[in-house]
């Protein structure tokens, strides 16, 4: 049979628009949450990261907004560039283990 | 500052083959994560280091695959005898605390 790929969900915004990148997480133990942007050919690159003790953290043109009680995680870009299409990864981490990422969701700015 | 390095950027062999890859993390960091990257899969975590000390080694799909770090700047991840389904992009990661840094990966192609 065939086999099938990620499908990864894709998100289309207008440039110079905001945009919102959501993701759930699984493991309720996860103490510390993090937005990677990988582009093309690329590693993933750190954007900003958040600890189970807050629940918005912002950075440059970035917040990060954590829901704990129903375990969600957004990413929010403000007025997005060209430069920020990309694939963005959520992760979580429980403790001292390793990242558990999501699968990813593919942001186009049109311009 | 140079980032975490990894090499050889591309590798393409015939199944059967022995393949290494290898990573340099960042200077200072103690904590060293090999991921690997498919369609199928996303980014799963293969083994992490803490100060050259393998901790958990669960995500190591099986025995083929191998992974040492003789001393705080070098790692190797050893596939023995390689096969297709390994193909794959493979990443390093350092970091001291939080949060982890990517290399740029090593794409893998076994034929």
């Known amino acids: 049979g065939e086999s099938v790929g990620l499908h990864l969900p894709t998100l289309s915004v207008q440039e110079g628009d905001n945009s919102i990148i959501n993701c759930a997480y699984s493991n309720s133990a996860s103490d510390y949450f993090i937005w990677y942007k990988q582009e093309s050919g690329k590693g993933p690159q750190f954007i900003i990261d958040?600890?189970?003790?807050?629940d918005k953290r912002q950075g440059q043109r970035v917040t990060v907004l954590l829901n704990k009680t129903v375990k969600h995680l957004s990413l929010q870009i403000a007025a997005t560039r060209p430069g920020d299409s990309a694939v963005y990864f959520c992760?979580?981490?429980?403790?001292?283990?390793?990242?558990?990422f999501g699968k990813g969701t593919h942001l186009i700015i049109q311009p | 500052d140079a980032g975490v390095i990894q090499s050889p950027r591309h590798e393409v062999t015939e199944m059967g083959q022995e393949v290494t890859l290898r990573c340099k993390p960042i200077s200072g960091h103690n904590s060293l994560f090999w991921y690997r990257q498919t369609m199928m899969r996303g980014l799963e975590l293969l083994i992490y280091f803490n100060n050259n000390v393998p901790i958990d080694d669960s995500g190591m799909p099986e025995d083929r695959f191998s992974a040492k770090m003789p001393n705080a700047s070098f790692s190797t991840l050893k596939i023995q005898p390689s096969e297709p389904r390994d193909s794959a992009v493979y990443f390093c990661?350092?970091?001291?605390?939080?949060?982890?840094?990517f290399g740029d990966g090593t794409r893998l192609s076994i034929l």
């Open positions: 990661a350092s970091g001291r605390w939080e949060p982890q840094h």
């Open positions: 992760a979580e981490k429980p403790g001292a283990d390793g990242l558990t």
């Open positions: 958040i600890r189970s003790n807050m």
